[in-house]
C-alpha cells in the first residue's frame, strides 16, 4: 500500500502558491510603527513635481472627462482593429439582452451557483491532494480567489456594422471562482502546446514561417 507521501513524490508540481500575507517578526515593533508614521508624514508633505508633458489639449482632456461623466454612450474597445467605438447606451444594452435571451445559448438561473461550485472545487481538490497530484501550496492557491462573479459585456464588430455593430460577447473572470485554477492548468498546457505542429506564438511567426 503506497502511503500519501509516496504518492506525493510521484507527481510534479508548480511553484504556483498564493502571496504571504505575513509580516516578518523581527520587523514588527514600537519603533518601527514609529518609523513608519514618521516616513508617512514626510511623503505627505512632498509636493509632486510634475516631470512629463500631457500629450492631449485641455480640450481633448476636458473633452474625456465629459465622456466619462455620460451614462448615455458606452465606450469599449472594437473587436478587430484597435478602434475605440462611442455607442449609445440603450443600443448597446439592447445588443446584450439580445444575446443573453437567446435560450439557445443560455439558461436563467434561479440563484447564484458559485458557492456550489466552490464546494465542489474544494472537494475535487481535496481529493486531488489526498493522491498526490496536488501539493498543499497549489490547493491553497486553487481556492484563493475572491469567488467574484464574472462579468458580461460586448465588444463591438464595427468590421460587419459600423451603424449597428453586433457584439462579440465577452465573459471577464478575473477574481472568478475558477481563475487560479485556469492559470494552474495553463501552466501545465503551455509546453504541450508549443510542441504541437499547429502552434503559431504571434503574427511574427506566420511572417516568418512565410518568408
Not at 518609523?35 to 489639449?57: G, H, M, P, W
Not at 472627462?65 to 455607442?87: C, H, L, M, S, W
Request: proline letters at 6%.
Amino acid at each position: 500500500m503506497i502511503d500519501t507521501k509516496q504518492k506525493i513524490e510521484s507527481y510534479q508540481h508548480t511553484n504556483l502558491k498564493n502571496k504571504s500575507k505575513k509580516f516578518p517578526k523581527n520587523q514588527i515593533g514600537p519603533e518601527i510603527a514609529s518609523f513608519q508614521k514618521c516616513v508617512e508624514a514626510d511623503l505627505r508633505k512632498i509636493k509632486e513635481k510634475k516631470t512629463y508633458k500631457n500629450n492631449l489639449s485641455k480640450k481633448e482632456i476636458s473633452a474625456i472627462k465629459e465622456f466619462q461623466k455620460n451614462n448615455n454612450i458606452t465606450i469599449r474597445p472594437a473587436d478587430k482593429g484597435g478602434g475605440i467605438v462611442f455607442k449609445n447606451t440603450d443600443k448597446y444594452n439592447d445588443e446584450c439582452y439580445r444575446q443573453l435571451v437567446d435560450k439557445k445559448t443560455y439558461i436563467k438561473l434561479d440563484k447564484d451557483p458559485t458557492m456550489t461550485f466552490a464546494q465542489k472545487l474544494l472537494d475535487y481538490c481535496n481529493k486531488g491532494l489526498k493522491l498526490g497530484i496536488l501539493s498543499q501550496n497549489e490547493l491553497e492557491y486553487i481556492m484563493g480567489t475572491p469567488g467574484k462573479l464574472p462579468i458580461f459585456y460586448c465588444l463591438p464588430k464595427v468590421h460587419k456594422d459600423p451603424i449597428n455593430p453586433p457584439g462579440r460577447p465577452i465573459i471577464s473572470g478575473i477574481g472568478s471562482l475558477t481563475a487560479n485554477l485556469s492559470k494552474y492548468i495553463d501552466t501545465w498546457l503551455q509546453p504541450l502546446v508549443k510542441n504541437t505542429k499547429s502552434y503559431l506564438k504571434d503574427t511574427t511567426q506566420i511572417i516568418q514561417i512565410i518568408e
